[in-house]
Each structure stands twice: as C-alpha cells, then as structure tokens.
C-alpha cells in the first residue's frame, strides 16, 4: 500500500509540473485585464523587497507575464510556493501528508480536509440510497436468472441488463433529463440542484420529501451501471454454486428447493459479493457520482475534484487524490480481510509460494 500510494502522488506531481495554466499563469491572466490593476497591486505590495537583480528570464517565465514586474512575479512564485524546487516541494508535502496535513485551497482560503467535510453529505446523498437501490434490485435479480438460466426471465431482463451496462451513467442522466425534467418531453422532476429556492421555509417532513424529489434522477442514473453489473456478478456467482456437487447431494436427500437456495447455495453465493461491498461503496461515493454531480450541478465530492482540476487548485487536487487513494486502498484491504473471514477455506499465505 505504501508504494502504491507513493508511486500515484509522484505520478501526478510530475503531470502538475508540466500542466499549462497554473495559478500564477491565472493570475498574471487576470492581472493583464485592466479591471484587474487593483489587485495586481495588492499582490505586488507584499513583495517589494525582491526588486532588483531580476534577470529577463524570470520575467518571461510565463506565457503572458511581458509587460510585468518581475517582482511582482517572484511575489506570485512565493505566494504559491512555486520559488522552490519541485523535489524540495514533493518533500514537504509528503512530510506534511504523513501528519495528514494536506494545505489549504489557493482559492477559498479553506483548508482540503473542511472542504470535503463541506462535500461529502452531498456525495453521501447520492451514494447511500444509490447503493441500497443497487442491492435491493440487483442480488434478487440475478438470483431469479441464475435459477431460471436460460427462461422467459432470464432473457427478457438481460436485454435491459446489458443496456446498462454498456451505456455510462451520465448518458442514462441526459436521457432522463430530456423525458423527465424539462428537456423535450415532461417537466416532473427539477433539473439540478439539491434542494428548492423554498426549502428554508419548509417543515421538517417538506425538508425530506423536497431533498428526496431532487435525488430522485441523479440517484436512477448512477445505479443503473451498478445494477447491470452486480446482477450479472450475482448469477454467476450462484450459477457456479448450483453447479456443485453438495447442491446435487442435497438435492438427492430430498431437501426442498428454498432451503437449497436460500440456506447453502445463498450463503456460499454471497460471499464474493458482500466481500466486494467496501470498493463498489468507495466507487459510488468518491468516483461513479463525478459525471453525475456535474450534470445535475450538485457540490459533491466528484465535483469539488473537477473544480479543482479547471482552476489548477493544487492542493485540493493532491490532497483529495491522497485521501481518496488511501481509502480505496485500505477498502481493498478490508475486500481481502472480508474474504478471509467469510470463506475459512481461503488462505492468503498459501499464495505466497
């Protein structure tokens, strides 16, 4: 895990160093309209004292910078802690992110750790329902296709099955936006946002049933790639088992259908999808909902990751990629504890030969 963690943030911190458009690069943007003097000066005056022996090339170290100051450019440097070497600023942040410290936003003056606080309720509205949404359709599906491969059910639903699970979330979100919200066809369900201008207002049980109202297309369109692909882990899974020899076995002893399916085959069946609980959770909450968030402009935690992204937010973006990295590396740890503890017959260290 700690190599792995290691390799993706270098990764990304060698890919910032050459990405176009960094907050300085922004900035002087910004600073070269001439509404935006006033706040050229503001800059600049925390930087007086680097006047003088400025060669040219640290003036047109960025595109746009001619016609600058270039201690108004070395103010910027400092400001961003870009006057140092990328090495020596890899350095610090690991240092800082082992204290898990991970910095503050260039643009809201908020720390990373207070912003995804901020986020993450939205990211758990549509994670939550999402994923019992998922279970609830998916595991008695594919159980009914596994039991009858090869029926009427078990063909009429693979259709829709493979539909979603080849069209991605955010064109299952288009296309009910266009039927549901207004788009050509009817205007049922709003459009974006969370929650309604009069929500203030509204009594507790408004307050539920207007938030559930919003969630209502973002949260179809984001479980209908994972209800494709967990009902089709869930027949195979059972097909495999009803496969088996003790199915046969107690089937010949006369045992009924139900308890076969529900009291051997469901048990041993469920393993492989229970243990997989932890990573699908991590891809609805911090990864699946991005698109989504976007589409229906809901301040999650996928969207807080694009923002960041847009605006060359450093801190945020690296900040956010460790957090979510090392949760998703500790879930995959949990993954293959789960397995070890549900199936007694599996043995990590017998794989170690």
């Known amino acids: 895990m700690v190599p792995t963690l290691f390799g993706i943030l270098l990764i990304n911190f060698a890919i910032l160093q050459f990405a176009p458009g960094g907050p300085v690069e922004q900035i002087i943007s910004r600073i070269n309209n001439p509404n935006a003097q006033q706040s050229a000066g503001r800059i600049s005056g925390g930087g007086g004292e680097t006047k003088g022996g400025v060669s040219s090339a640290a003036r047109s170290s960025y595109r746009g910078s001619r016609g600058l100051e270039p201690a108004l450019i070395l103010a910027l440097n400092k400001k961003f802690g870009f006057d140092k070497p990328a090495h020596e600023r890899f350095l610090v942040m690991l240092k800082n992110y082992a204290l898990f410290d991970f910095g503050t936003s260039f643009y809201s003056d908020k720390t990373v750790i207070t912003l995804i606080a901020e986020r993450m309720p939205v990211s758990m509205s549509l994670g939550i329902p999402s994923t019992l949404l998922i279970f609830c359709i998916a595991i008695p599906l594919g159980i009914k296709k596994a039991v009858g491969a090869g029926g009427g059910v078990d063909i009429a639903s693979s259709s829709f099955v493979i539909v979603g699970y080849a069209i991605p979330a955010f064109l299952f979100a288009l296309m009910l936006i266009i039927l549901f919200a207004g788009g050509s066809f ?18 507790l049980v408004g307050r539920m049933l207007d938030r559930a109202w919003h969630l209502v297309l973002p949260v179809t369109a984001l479980s209908i790639g994972g209800f494709a692909i967990l009902t089709i882990f869930t027949k195979n899974a059972f097909l495999e088992e009803l496969g088996k020899p003790y199915v046969t076995t107690a089937r010949g ?3 009924t259908e139900n308890t076969v399916l529900y ?5 041993n069946a469920l393993i492989i999808v229970i243990a997989g609980l932890p990573s699908m959770l991590f891809t609805m909450f911090f990864t699946g909902s991005l698109f989504i968030e976007i589409i229906f402009s809901l301040n999650g935690l996928g969207l807080l990751g694009y923002e960041a992204v847009l605006r060359r937010d450093y801190p945020v973006i690296l900040g ?16 293959d504890l789960m397995y070890a503890w549900l199936d007694p017959r599996i043995n990590f260290e017998s794989q170690g030969g």
Do not use: C, E, M, Q
Not at 186 to 203: E, I, Q, R
């Open 186 to 203: 009817w205007k049922v369900f709003p459009l974006s946002g969370l929650v309604s201008d009069s929500y203030a207002g509204l009594p």
């Open 253 to 255: 002893k006369g045992i």
């Open 263 to 267: 009291r051997h085959v469901f048990t």
């Open 320 to 335: 956010t990629l460790f957090i979510f990295t090392l949760v998703r590396l500790v879930l995959n740890l949990a993954t």
